[in-house]
């Protein structure tokens, strides 16, 4: 007797969902972290700008600890998986023009897989 | 002449990453929130589990408000996208065991299109 099929997956709830690192660690920590790196202002300005584009199907997060510290701030899109490292809310309004309205790249502040978190 | 080929996107930093919202509204409000449903603690148990199974590529983060309140306590994983509604921590043992080491789904516990938030 055949398998069943398998369902298909829901479609997408969210077209681009963004998480913004607001982790927060003591002043001095050797890995540093995003909030101590300004991100917390990030995410509320791309919040309100995000509103103000009215870019449909887009939410904006906040999340906890991502791992990339030491490249933070650190933010993450998916579905597609690209992370940013915006350090003005210029680079906020590049992000939303050029990948979350354009769906291009914004290449120069891209995390690539050469920005490790070195171990130990 | 031709265009510039297009970079390639990097390879995904994390094979699956999970967002489990811990977002909180003050008792009583219409909608309820994530973690007056108990995400919280779910949150805990699921990062404990995950480390004790020893997922490669895998990282379990907390989120701000994912807007699914009414169908919490929420999580979503990328970049499949696919969301659950955990209630329990066996519920977290079944979406640890099946999808994030299996790839499957957890049908009983997904959420999909026609879990939407009601208007106004």
Chains 1, 2 share one sequence.
């Not at 997060?61 to 991502?66: I, K, R, S, Y």
């Not at 291009?104 to 978190?117: A, H, I, K």
């Amino acid at each position: 007797m055949p398998d069943s099929p398998v369902p298909p997956d829901p479609p997408p709830y969210f077209r681009a969902h963004v998480f913004v690192c607001c982790n927060r660690r003591p002043d001095g920590h050797r890995r540093g972290s995003c909030a101590a790196r300004g991100s917390e202002k990030l995410r509320d300005y791309m919040k309100v700008r995000a509103k103000e584009l009215g870019l449909a199907g887009v939410r904006i997060n906040q999340a906890g600890c991502l791992d990339r510290c030491e490249f933070g701030p650190a933010l993450v899109i998916y579905p597609e998986g690209i992370w940013y490292r915006p350090e003005t809310p210029a680079d906020i309004d590049e992000i939303l023009e050029t990948h979350l309205r354009g769906g291009g790249r914004v290449r120069r502040l891209m995390l690539t897989e050469t920005d490790v978190v070195p171990k130990g």
